[in-house]
């Protein structure tokens, strides 16, 4: 059992704050993977942090596990938080999430590839090409650091 497992039976559904990453990859033509989740929105991959774990060691991790690629330097974009990124989970569980986004060129390995849980598609886009269906953080990241 995780740690968020371990915090809600002692804390059940009301709300925390969690705090996760994203990783805004970005391939040699300039396109930024993206990978469709179960709620059917497009984002960059990401999840929350693990005990002890540093935000470069979660976003190498979360995007090993997402999309099957190995990546290397990170450059940090922003920090996202706020009401903007309450949610409520279909099981009752509320957070407030403070997303740590990072951005890298630096793709070491591994083959691109669905995790089939988390990530049900992965695909890199254009800017100009990007799916209708954002998730509201992958909407402020283009906003606010790809200037569209």
């Known amino acids: 059992m995780g740690y968020i497992e371990e ?8 709300p925390l704050i969690l705090a996760g990453v994203g990783v805004a990859i970005i391939d040699d ?6 990978q469709k989740r179960r709620d059917g929105l497009w984002g960059v991959p990401g999840g929350l942090l693990e005990l002890g774990e540093s935000t470069e060691e979660a976003a190498r991790r979360e995007v ?7 990546i290397g330097e990170l450059e940090l974009i922003d920090v996202f938080s706020g009401q903007k990124y309450f949610v409520r989970l279909p ?16 793709i070491r390995g591994g083959e691109l590839r669905e995790d089939g ?6 695909k890199f886009f254009f800017l100009h090409e990007l799916p209708n269906e954002l998730s509201p953080l992958f909407q402020d990241l283009v906003e606010h650091y790809f200037g569209s």
């Open 64 to 70: 090993l596990e997402e999309t099957g690629l190995e």
């Open 117 to 122: 849980e988390e990530s049900l598609e992965v």
């Open 7 to 14: 915090l809600r039976k002692i804390v059940g559904t009301r």
């Open 91 to 106: 099981n009752g569980d509320q957070y407030y999430s403070v997303t740590v986004v990072y951005r890298t060129h630096d």
């Open 29 to 34: 033509y300039g396109r930024v993977l993206l």
